[in-house]
Nanobody, 123 residues
Framework: VQLQASGGGLVQAGGSLRLSCAAS????????MGWYRQAPGKERELVAS???????NYVGSVKDRFTISRDNAKNTMYLQMNSLKPEDTAFYYC??????????????????WGQGTQVTVSS
């Protein structure tokens, strides 16, 4: 079972990017999901989160610019980032609460991390 983040890149200030986080493997269900970011020399912070029912939460600095969503049929979460600013530059990680099959067991992994993707916003 993996969480694979993609969609990062280099963009000019004011531009947009869409990040994706896909869960693959013998997934039974996915609970809460979230996007985190970490800039050099800074603590990792929660950017946005979404529950299995679709309720969302955002850090203040990205409200009205970023939109988190999920497609439960595809086991995928998205982060649409608009009006990007240089201060959004960071490594973005996805996180999810996963329940999946492993051999003959059911595994409850409440804190699975994806490998991350770099977002760089130039001024």
């Amino acid at each position: 079972v993996q969480l694979q983040a993609s969609g990062g890149g280099l963009v000019q200030a004011g531009g947009s990017l869409r990040l994706s986080c896909a869960a693959s493997g013998s997934i039974i269900s996915i609970g809460d999901m979230g996007w985190y970011r970490q800039a050099p020399g800074k603590e990792r912070e929660l950017v946005a989160s979404i529950t299995s029912g679709g309720s969302t939460n955002y850090v203040g600095s990205v409200k009205d610019r970023f939109t988190i969503s999920r497609d439960n049929a595809k086991n995928t979460m998205y982060l649409q980032m608009n009006s990007l600013k240089p201060e959004d530059t960071a490594f973005y990680y996805c996180n999810a609460d996963l329940t999946y099959y492993s051999a003959y067991d059911v595994v409850y992994d409440r804190d699975r991390w994806g490998q991350g993707t770099q977002v760089t916003v130039s001024s």
